[in-house]
């Protein structure tokens, strides 16, 4: 909700009429009727990029001045410059990038807000999700389902960042946010994930799983087998047809998470996408390569490891400037709530007439 | 979004690196993750009502202010007074009485928010919706679907008052929120609504309609059949069984707007309701009788015409205080809206050991 | 399966070889090739009718002849001419006329096939499934779902005649046909159905039923509420469209049962239907009226308490001869198996260029 | 439908009663009841194998009698000595080897029955389904959808032999089966199938496919990728887990066809499967390994390249009869029909008290 109170009091009404509604909690609509339903799409989240050489020193630096114990969760967030002091990246969204060091231990807790994490840097951390452990490497893509108790580790040797996303302020708007209090002892975790045993190829679910059925049978989607597929898919896909894979539920072809959808994108060597803008908005991190993207009005180069939001109804393109090398983008948005909420729209620039808008075979909710 | 912004800055800090932090658009989680993850479900929503008595005058007399065709729509907005300025009746709810005159009409929009009426005084008025002419009798249910064309016009010798319920706080929460300038002249209604000819019975749909295919095929539930069919399940209900009948398509069962859900409820003469908790927020309008609601702290007595407010998350009953005559209530909620987003849960006070909290026969999304 | 064997022989193969095969239990495909996949629908069930005037005597004969305790079940059933030995009405369907008189009563049995009644004659009998106990009328539609214990009586002071719809053909095809023993003494009826207290409004389901959750929430459609439904939308709809209601379960909006389908179809005086062609077989009655319908290239006239057989992908129209009256037919099809095993087609003769020749609004699987 | 035509006479009836009833196509009930709806499940499928080293001689036979251009399918049949003259491996299945040599093609048609293939022997042919081409290893899985024009070619060097699976029988029980004429001329593939580039890996799938939108995104499952999952699955489940992979459609998680289902399994050296018997019927091939199966009272001992029948309601356990290698079997199923008629059912003989019989996780419909 915006936070800027409207007005409630219309100027043309005798003063003891306004006096009177507002002594009875009334407004008049008419004096807000075209900021409550307003002519065009209106956003207050700004396209706006952080630097991954920007934030690596501030991220070692928290390491160095905040014991994990106090933080409990080490994370420097990214605010959206239009959203001052609500912690978000877009309105429905929120990013930070978390950082953990050898040795330490980010306490259990669980909450209703979904959670998903996107490996940035260093090896041998891990999470832990209801005793399953799910390894985490450079590029890896992993789940926290809502309420599901959850706890940080790091077993290896340099520090490990990674970048979080959660549907806090969605979950914030609709009031329904509650977390647990910290458990200072996790359960052991004595599972690794699924997706190194039981989900490790296409169009193949086990009959009868070994791990307890939660409604998420795969949390975690590592990387390198991503990449492959990616290159895999641009391998013999036509010139102009994207490259774009969606993270799904396998038992199920549905969005893993019920808010945020995820996706990662091979943009081929000296590759510009069409425009696009949708409802929904995205919080977008460079796995690899180098380009630019053109979000509304304004550019934003890029390099791996930056981060950078497009708000909602921005005309949208991407380019990898590299003529050699591929550029890998991890895509986070909010389109699977809007899908259900039915709020879901899409236009694609110079979309041939009499061809739909939106994609054929999108996941349909 | 709780629109008091949060503490970006640690005071534990040193000032040089928190001004860098500043400056690079980046916040520590830890200063407020306890605002951001609260240890206990958080509602800026305040238990309130809006008695019939005092509405009805100010209606009247905005009727006298404000011409239609200034106003476009001439509604006294239900401001919750947890939540100045917003002219939202909970977090995801707005709610707001609409007059009419004889001979006026309100000319035809459309939005992406959803909207619904509950006609509370008077005869003669109509919405049309694309080109389909709905009744408007007391006590009649009537859904404006998103993005459909609607208007309301007045064939009657009485004023008009209905209750608007929308979703505009949870659309604006998700910036989707956006309004088709008005079209002055409305397209003629053509015919009247399905309530009338093809959906009358239980149980039996048209194998080939004569409506268009909208996904949205009753948008009128006439009062009159739905209190027969209260009084139909009261007459046979255990004693200790809740009357309460949901609102839905009946050509999938499942709630008529993805966003809105709506229930009759019907309570016997003194009856107490059990009480429940639901992470939905709820605005209730009494359709006839008499009767009390503890919401949380708080007990709201209220007669026929009355409108009040749950907020979440509040432990609530309903009471019928006549000993003679049934008292019957319709809830609005955004209870479909927090399903599909994975944040519904209900508890019922006093449910036995093994017992679910949540009601049998709900239906499922 | 069509029961006269294939030949298994190819007279042009060398004997030797020819006689190998055999003993290993293999046969040449291509001596049955186009038997197997035939270049054209085939179907072994014909159009046949048995009038009510035939039928009532035989009936009521049975009832002399035959005690129910010997019966378990006094049924004549209706053998498609196309299907000697079969017992069936065609390749999926079982139908029956069962008649009990007063004071008797039939034992409670369960079995996986699914069945259900249309009430032809009488007063007084009722059907009680798992301890609901269904009241039958003239035109009463009631269902008994596969597995669920259930059993006949009669209160009343005249024979009781009603028509049996059961998917006996197809269950046995596919090898799950399984009855339980009788039990000779039923547990007592407990409840009415569902159709007098909690589904009597189009649109409005319990948000918490006083009946067992079962999948099967309304088991009787009384021929009242339906008939006053088809009136009511015979009496708007225009004047050229198909006037049929579709029994559908009201939380779902799918068919009651798996298998078989059922419609309920008012045709205005005159008036003569468009051709059409179903990969789904039928099984007709006449509740009300008088007429006749063009089955392939046969015409059967029929009137009330007559039963007729659609074979699947049979050109088919229905015409009332009565200028003053209405006709009402009940249809029992197998569209719900054809639908969910993939094999389900419709066309419509004269269906204009670019109408898709299945009818819009149709229920989707 | 059981072909022995049941007796529709009733001995202690008058023969003059018993006659009208004759003529009028009409059968009393009693005489059949328990044959109609018996007491026991039944099935006139008894358990059989086909040996491999029986079977390949008389196909390499084949290919030297009969020209493909006369056959247009060579294929041996696999008949169920209990369904003598019927062409069908079980009440709903057909099964047959069918043989190709180098340079053949086998002409294009489409059919209302779902087919489905599994490589046994020779590199080399391929099968083109609506102009996409897919390569055929052996172990690989390739569905050939309902009403799709697919043809069988053979760019190679040595014979190619594969197992056909079809639901030829149960089409046929419901009367829907229909083939168009034989296409000589066949598009010419334009493209390779969808497991080679877009559905390479778990949990991923195309925002927008290069593939025409048919329903049918995968088609093609190849062997090798399988045997690495069954193997992975294998490397970490508990001893005593089953390691059965089920083929799914990667958009929807469901079946790739709706009548009939497929796993692959692999058995660990000297594993001994839990006994169950199931509504469904199968047929089994052997893709590596040797082993035996108790099916009903029968032991059918089986190696690399055998077929055997599992008939419905049998009890059923399969044994690795190596200490050192693993065994592979491929089952073909009908349980997508029997689950979307209602007609599934499990049972695990020792399955512990309080433990539901059918497998946690398994696919639902």
């Not at 909690?25 to 630097?51: D, F, I, K, N």
């Not at 045993?197 to 939660?214: I, K």
Request: charged share 25%.
């Amino acid at each position: 909700m915006n936070p800027s109170a409207l007005s409630t009091r219309d100027a043309q009404l005798p003063a003891a009429y306004s006096d009177r509604l507002e002594v009875l909690s009334l407004a008049p609509l008419w004096t807000a009727l075209h900021a409550l339903l307003p002519p065009e799409r209106q956003t207050r989240v700004v396209p706006h990029r952080w630097r991954w050489s920007d934030l690596r020193a501030p991220l070692l630096e928290a390491a160095r001045l905040v014991p994990i114990e106090q933080a409990e969760r080490r994370v420097l967030v990214l605010c959206n410059p239009g959203l001052p002091g609500n912690f978000s990246a877009t309105a429905t969204l929120y990013a930070g990038l978390q950082i953990i060091l050898p040795g330490e231990a980010a306490p259990s807790h669980h909450h209703t807000a979904a959670a998903l994490r996107l490996i940035v840097e260093g090896e041998g951390a891990y999470t832990t999700v209801d005793g399953v452990k799910c390894a985490m490497e450079p590029g890896d893509f992993i789940i926290t389902p809502p309420m599901r108790w959850h706890d940080h580790g790091h077993e290896g040797r340099e520090p490990v960042i990674w970048l979080d996303g959660l549907d806090i302020p969605l979950v914030r708007s609709v009031e329904a946010n509650w977390a647990s209090a910290m458990k200072p002892a996790s359960p052991p975790a004595t599972e690794t994930d699924s997706s190194q045993d039981e989900f490790t190829a296409a169009g193949l679910v086990p009959r009868q799983s070994r791990y307890e059925e939660t409604g998420y049978p795969q949390v975690r989607w590592p990387w390198r087998t991503a990449r492959a597929a990616l290159a895999a898919m641009a391998a013999t896909a036509p010139r102009r047809a994207p490259v774009v894979l969606r993270h799904v539920n396998p038992r199920t072809g549905e969005y893993p998470l019920r808010t945020m959808g995820s996706e990662a994108r091979w943009l081929r060597p000296g590759e510009e996408t069409r425009a696009e803008r949708r409802t929904a908005s995205e919080v977008v991190h460079v796995i690899e390569g180098q380009g630019e993207s053109r979000v509304g009005d304004q550019t934003l180069d890029w390099q791996a490891g930056d981060v950078f939001v497009v708000p909602p109804w921005h005309w949208t393109t991407h380019r990898n400037r590299s003529g050699q090398a591929p550029a890998c983008l991890f895509h986070l948005n909010d389109e699977p709530a809007l899908r259900s909420l039915g709020l879901w729209q899409m236009e694609v620039r110079g979309a041939a007439e009499g061809e739909p808008s939106d994609c054929k075979n999108e996941v349909r909710k």
